[in-house]
């Protein structure tokens, strides 16, 4: 059973930062691209990032590209979102997501974390 368990969501100050973790287990993790999601309240799923198996390819939405970056750690079986710069349109519910393919299509990816929660306060 594949778990993905973010941390690392809070409050903070709009031009702050904040770096969102997700911790992987059940399967061999470095087999496979990761990517972040998020939604706000009302809006529609977004993709934010995503970063292929090796690490070496990653791709980002025009809305968050410059201020944040996605990495990850194979050995630690771990994905990491650095957010910088936030905005108070960067609040929102934060998924990590996992997937054979690097995507900015959430129907590629088919396993979910449950979520952080990010906000960004004027």
């Known amino acids: 059973q594949v778990q993905l368990v973010e941390s690392g969501g809070g409050l903070v100050q709009a031009g702050g930062s904040l770096r969102l973790s997700c911790a992987a287990s059940?399967?061999?993790?470095?087999?496979?691209?990761m990517g972040w999601f998020r939604q706000a309240p009302g809006k529609e799923r977004e993709f934010v990032a995503c970063i292929s198996w090796s690490g070496g390819s990653t791709f980002y939405a025009d809305s968050v590209k410059g201020r944040f970056t996605i990495s990850r750690d194979n050995a630690k079986m771990t994905v990491y979102l650095q957010m910088n710069s936030l905005k108070p349109e960067d609040t929102a519910v934060y998924y990590c997501?996992?997937?054979?393919?690097?995507?900015?299509?959430?129907?590629?990816?088919?396993?979910w974390g449950q979520g952080t929660q990010v906000t960004v306060s004027s």
């Open positions: 997501v996992t997937g054979r393919h690097y995507s900015t299509y959430y129907y590629n990816y088919d396993y």
């Open positions: 059940g399967r061999t993790f470095n087999n496979y691209a």
